[in-house]
């Protein structure tokens, strides 16, 4: 029996397989709250998946074995957080993000949790801003479309995520089922955003081949909202919508971009909003966030 408990890095790995200059996966939480319109809690969601990947078994039947065996994941604290105004957030992270994938040693993959949809413009800008954010496209899982150029005062809500990545780079969005009249026409006249809405996908869907055309030979900033998959297996989000992705097809969608993609050097996943006593949320988060790992370093 072992005498202390496991440690508090994603997945409780051991020594070895979190050492900074062997691992080739970086973990970077960001319990970044402040645009929540509905909902609160997103800024708990970093911890709670931290806390469930201690439970998520390393042994993969999708690759027979232990896949973080051979990745390793360094679990870096958290980062510090800047109140000034959503933008000035954006800006620090957008600095953090491009440090890390230009620092040495550097990891193959970033994987960040929020806090929050807004940081994900800082994320796609940080990582524009290096030699492996060139060619890049953004893929985007979300029950809303967050087009928005402001909302509620800010140019940089989480309700304007999506269009300040275009900003950066193209979007490809899958699961939308919530979107306003003056997105809806932004969405229909920008030729660099492709919405793949809820009902339209479905498992093996023409929409795969679509992706895996956007995606093919780039590199590719995927960008997870946990509301864009269906509420009755992930109830734990500031705003939840009727429909959605399910486990499987969720999976489908990574699994197409690891596949085609020259690269993803960075995946972000937000908006998981934990509800007290309930622990299944906080766990398909943590799975799921062991399985886009795995794909990516994989290249499945």
Same mark, same amino acid.
């Given at each position: 029996? %072992?005498?202390?408990?496991?440690?508090?890095?994603?997945?409780?790995?051991?020594?070895?397989?979190?050492?900074?200059?062997?691992?080739?996966?970086?973990?970077? &939480?960001? &319990?970044?709250?402040?645009?929540?319109?509905?909902?609160?809690?997103?800024?708990?969601?970093? +911890?709670?998946?931290?806390?469930?990947?201690?439970?998520?078994?390393?042994?993969?039947? %999708?690759?027979?074995? %232990?896949?973080?065996?051979?990745?390793?994941?360094?679990?870096? *604290?958290?980062?510090?957080?800047?109140?000034? #105004? *959503?933008?000035?957030?954006?800006?620090?992270?957008?600095?953090?993000?491009? +440090?890390?994938? /230009?620092?040495?040693?550097?990891?193959?993959?970033?994987?960040?949790?929020?806090?929050?949809?807004?940081?994900?413009?800082?994320?796609?800008?940080?990582?524009? /801003?290096? %030699?492996?954010?060139?060619?890049?496209?953004?893929?985007?899982?979300?029950?809303?479309?967050?087009?928005?150029?402001?909302?509620?005062?800010?140019?940089? #809500?989480?309700?304007?995520?999506?269009?300040?990545?275009? +900003?950066?780079?193209?979007?490809?969005?899958?699961?939308?089922?919530?979107i306003s009249h003056d997105e809806e026409q932004f969405r229909t006249t920008c030729p660099r955003v492709r919405t793949v809405f809820s009902e339209d996908a479905?498992?093996?869907? +023409?929409?795969?081949?679509?992706?895996?055309?956007?995606?093919?030979?780039?590199?590719?900033?995927?960008?997870?909202?946990?509301?864009?998959?269906?509420?009755?297996?992930?109830?734990?989000?500031?705003?939840?919508?009727?429909?959605?992705?399910?486990?499987?097809?969720?999976?489908?969608?990574?699994?197409?971009?690891?596949?085609?993609?020259?690269?993803?050097?960075?995946?972000?996943?937000?908006?998981?909003?934990?509800?007290?006593?309930?622990?299944?949320?906080?766990?398909?988060?943590?799975?799921?966030?062991?399985?886009?790992?795995?794909?990516?370093?994989?290249?499945?």
């Open positions: 029996m %072992e005498r202390f408990q496991f440690p508090m890095n994603f997945m409780g790995l051991p020594d070895e397989l979190t050492d900074r200059k062997r691992a080739q996966v970086w973990l970077l &939480p960001i &319990p970044y709250e402040a645009t929540t319109s509905y909902g609160a809690g997103t800024r708990n969601g970093p +911890d709670a998946i931290l806390t469930a990947s201690r439970q998520v078994e390393w042994f993969d039947r %999708e690759w027979n074995g %232990e896949p973080v065996a051979k990745f390793g994941v360094h679990t870096l *604290p958290a980062l510090a957080l800047k109140h000034e #105004s *959503p933008e000035a957030m954006a800006t620090h992270v957008a600095d953090a993000v491009r +440090d890390l994938l /230009a620092g040495e040693p550097a990891p193959r993959t970033l994987a960040i949790l929020g806090g929050e949809h807004s940081i994900s413009a800082g994320v796609a800008r940080g990582l524009a /801003a290096t %030699e492996r954010g060139r060619d890049l496209v953004a893929v985007q899982v979300d029950a809303h479309a967050d087009l928005r150029d402001e909302y509620e005062g800010s140019p940089f #809500s989480h309700a304007c995520a999506a269009r300040r990545i275009l +900003d950066t780079c193209p979007v490809f969005q899958i699961g939308i089922r919530n479905r498992p093996g869907g +023409d929409w795969l081949a679509e992706l895996s055309e956007f995606v093919r030979g780039k590199n590719v900033f995927l960008t997870i909202d946990l509301d864009g998959l269906d509420p009755s297996i992930m109830p734990a989000v500031g705003t939840p919508e009727p429909g959605g992705l399910s486990w499987e097809t969720a999976l489908d969608a990574v699994r197409t971009v690891c596949r085609a993609a020259n690269d993803v050097p960075v995946f972000d996943m937000v908006e998981l909003a934990p509800i007290p006593g309930m622990i299944a949320p906080d766990f398909l988060a943590a799975r799921l966030v062991y399985k886009i790992m795995a794909m990516i370093s994989a290249g499945v």
